[in-house]
Every structure is written in structure tokens, then in C-alpha cells.
């Protein structure tokens, strides 16, 4: 089953019959943890995917997003460039590969969950005390 799930922010469009899309999914992460791959955004969700350890290629959605240290085979992400000069006859064969292939899914999975420590609000928690701090 190939599921599309869309933002609140995504515009209507058809499908094809064997495509099946969804708005609004109760559990992105249950979400993520049921599919075998994603195809993402290189923002935000590429951490999602990381926390779940759910193989994705990344598409840049613009500019800033191709700069993301993240975006690299070292942190297990199969980054193919700024979205807007990827077409079907690229993406196509990297998804077959990967589908194809469940050795380098476990591979990237692994990889994804390494370069994540789970510990990024712990983080911003204590810069914003830090900045309180220096307010009194």
C-alpha cells in the first residue's frame, strides 16, 4: 500500500487508484513506524523519521532546506537534491532500490536513530534558562 499523508497546509489532488491519501492521521509516528519508507521533506520530518527509525529520501523543498547538515548518508538520509529538479525517472528507481532491498532500509535505520540523541529539548530547556538568567 503507497499512503500520502498530507499537512493541514496541502492542496487537494487526485490520485491514483492504488495511492491512497490521508489528512488529518491521528499518530504521525504510528504512522512512520508502519511504513517501510518515506519520502519527505528535508526539514523537520527527516527528525521524525530519525526518531522512528524509518528510512527516508529527502527532497529539498527550497534552498535553505539543501543546506541541512543532516542530509547526507552518514545520518543514514538518501538525499536527492532540491525537489524542483527531481523528477519521476530519478526518484523512481532510488524507491524500487530501496523497497527492494531491506538490508540497506535496516542499514539507514540504524544510521538514522545514531545521529539523534533524543535529547534536543533538554537542550533548549536549558539555553532558555540560561537566558532568563541573564535578564535579572
Do not use: W
Amino acid at each position: 500500500e503507497i499512503r500520502v499523508i498530507m499537512g493541514p497546509g496541502a492542496e487537494d489532488q487526485e490520485f491514483p487508484p492504488e495511492i491512497v491519501p490521508a489528512r488529518r492521521v491521528p499518530s504521525m509516528a504510528a504512522e512512520m513506524l508502519a511504513a517501510d519508507l518515506a519520502i519527505t521533506a528535508a526539514g523537520r520530518t527527516v527528525y521524525e523519521c530519525a526518531m522512528t527509525g524509518t528510512p527516508v529520501i529527502a527532497l529539498a523543498a527550497n534552498a535553505l532546506e539543501a543546506t541541512h547538515a543532516h542530509l547526507g548518508p552518514e545520518t543514514g538520509v538518501v538525499y536527492l537534491g532540491l525537489g524542483s529538479f527531481v523528477d519521476g525517472e530519478q526518484l523512481v528507481p532510488v524507491v524500487r532500490r530501496m523497497l527492494a532491498d531491506y538490508k540497506l532500509r535496516s542499514d539507514l535505520s540504524i544510521r538514522l536513530r545514531k545521529s539523534i540523541d533524543s535529547l534536543g529539548a533538554q537542550r533548549i530547556a536549558h539555553q532558555i534558562r540560561g537566558l532568563i538568567r541573564g535578564l535579572s
